[in-house]
């Protein structure tokens, strides 16, 4: 199973990397086979060399350049860092990414050969007009997407569930989940207030392949207890 911290706009380098090193050691001690992946903010990346993989949670198209407020290629390769989240409903909905953006950044990074963390996932409204218009939302942030790519992890995560402590029920999870296995045999995480209490439960679905975990993820003990989940799971 993928198990994956998004750290957002939260923890300094300091913090980050001691926040690191303890997850780490914990995966070592505790001889994890689960694939984990950590996506600090940018000023936090370091290399890292181990079991858990640093990725980036953004980064534009492009080797360098006029970017102002961008990274680019080249400073993720100075960190070693091969695995990108693209498509974050933050990014879509606060910073304005639209669909045609997001399908360049990830040509960009599909042609790299980088793993990529694709977010999808419909704000309440579209959750409130029917299963239909569900999917035929989430087929709008499918459009331009090679979903094939063997690289390729999706992560649904309802923009009304991040941050809320709302969930959809675990049914209408492994309900969506299995449809969406149809479009794309990609792993497939869920996403939003994913916590301790309600982790082992979500990773139990048929269909749920990981999560990925933003505030709950934050305290690297909490992220621990996911991860031994997973494992003791080891779908
Ligand atoms: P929360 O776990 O804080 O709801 O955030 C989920 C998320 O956005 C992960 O990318």
Redesign the pocket.
Known sequence: MII?A?L?TNLTRKQTSKYVDEVERFLNANNISQEVLV?PAMSSLNPHAGKLTIGAQNAYPVLNGAYTGEIGLEHLEEFGIKTI?IG???RRHILGETQESITKKFDFYKNLGFRIVY?IGEPLEIRKAGEDELLKYLDTQYAGIDLNYENLVI?Y?PVW?????LTPTLNDIEVLHTKLKKKSKAPLLY?????VTNAKDVLALKNVDGI??????LYAEHFCSMINYAQALNK
């Open positions: 994956a998004n957002k996506f989240l974050h409903s933050e977010c992560a995560e569930a991040i941050g809320t402590g996403g939003g207030s994913v916590k990925l975990v933003g505030s709950a993820a």
